[in-house]
Structure formats: C-alpha cells, structure tokens
C-alpha cells in the first residue's frame, strides 16, 4: 500500500539558508500535517492543511511557511535557517471522509534537516 | 490546554515478559488516541488506533484500551521481544483542532 512520501531524507544547510521539504500523502487523504520533532523530544504540530486550504497552525515560526498544491502534496519552505531548527520534520496525512471524525494519522519517515 | 503523559519513560526487561505501557491526557474532549511506535531517528509507525467510543483495540501481541472518562490508554505488549525496543509515543486528536497532541514517550528496550 502507499504511504505518504516525504523527501529528501536528508538535508544539511548553512545557517541563514533557505531549505524546502516536500510531502505526498496517500491517495485520497484529504489532510496534511507538519510536525518538527527535535532531538530528545515529542513532535510538535507545525500546520495542516485540508483540501489545499490551511485548516490549523501551531508553533510555526514566522519564517517557515507551507501550502499544498492542487495534487495534494505539501511544501515546507524555511528561510532563515537557524541551528534549532535542526531536527526531523514529519509529514503526516489522514483522511476524514467529509466527517468530523478522522480515521487515523499515517506519517511518512520524514526529513532529517542539519543546519550548520 | 491538553495535556499527554506517559509512565514509565524508560523500561528495559528481558524477553517475554509482558509489558503495560501507560498513557493519561487531562482533556477528554477527543476524537481518538494513537499508539505509535519510533525507531532511534526513523519515522513513526501506527500500530493501534481507539476511536473515542471505542474501549481496546487488538492487533498481534498489541492490546490498546481507551477510558476516555478517566483520561488514560494503556499499551499491553504481549510475551515481548528484542525487536520491540521502541520508543512508543501516545498521541490524541483533540476536538476542533487538527493537530495531535503527542505524549514524552516511553523508551522500551527488551534484551534476550
């Protein structure tokens, strides 16, 4: 079965750079989220998107920024780099069907970004 | 503000004993809870998902109980193996938001 994509894996970066994460979530999902998971942590929620449509934000700094597109997949752009923003970044989507109710987050294996 | 705990934070116990994995929120205002499943920095795996009016769910070894009124889940693992050292992290879908809200995690090791 598909899973949702993310890539690239792995992505090292200069401070002040400019870096671009890329998400494909499973066909017919029609919801998309960003969390960022630093070392040592629990991932925290950065955004989500549904259909194409930014439907929550949490602590997303200012500098980043995301939207999906009319295929459904999702970029992550973050401009700026900082060395805490070293961390994984996890694509996740779901689907809810039309309903309030949703069935379950699948998430991709994520990007891995060093910022140095 | 939802609030995720899990007890313990880190287990180690030798191979085929049975586990209880611990997870309390303070809001029961939730859609479901998801038990997930993390290898040393690799992605996270779902392995079990309670509606809230759901009260387990089962799979495999994996046994996963809701008691939304009380704001706990629990992860039973059966007759548990090496290849279930994991860090396993609880995560709940509040109300009227996107977001899950994820537990600290327990970090499981099981040696032979």
């Known amino acids: 079965a598909a899973g949702v994509i993310q890539s690239p894996r792995h992505l090292i970066k200069e401070k002040r750079e400019t870096a671009t994460l890329k998400c494909y979530p499973i066909?017919?999902?029609?919801?998309v989220y960003w969390y960022q998971q630093g070392p040592g942590q629990d991932p925290q929620f950065l955004i989500s998107?549904?259909?194409?449509?930014?439907?929550d934000k949490g602590s997303i700094p200012d500098r980043f920024s995301a939207q999906q597109f009319s295929d459904y997949h999702s970029e992550l752009n973050m401009s700026s780099l900082e060395l805490g923003d070293s961390a994984l970044y996890f694509c996740?989507?779901?689907?809810?069907?039309?309903?309030?109710?949703?069935?379950?987050?699948?998430f991709g294996s994520g990007t891995r970004l060093t910022v140095v | 503000k939802q609030e995720v705990t899990q007890i313990p934070a880190a287990l180690s116990v030798p191979e085929g004993e049975n586990l209880v994995l611990n997870c309390s929120f303070t809001d029961s205002a939730i859609y479901n809870l998801q038990w997930f499943r993390q290898d040393p920095g690799k992605g996270l795996t779902s392995l079990l998902l309670?509606?809230?009016?759901?009260r387990e769910q089962t799979s495999g070894r994996l046994n996963a109980s809701l008691d939304k009124s009380s704001g706990r889940s629990t992860l039973y693992i059966a007759a548990s193996q090496p290849g279930d050292s994991a860090t396993y992290l609880c995560a709940v879908s509040p109300y009227n938001t996107d977001k899950l809200i994820f537990g600290t995690g327990t970090r499981l090791q099981v040696f032979p």
């Open positions: 066909p017919r999902h029609d919801t």
């Open positions: 309670i509606q809230s009016s759901q």
């Open positions: 996740a989507s779901s689907s809810t069907e039309g309903q309030t109710i949703n069935y379950g987050y699948t």
């Open positions: 998107f549904y259909e194409k449509m930014q439907s």
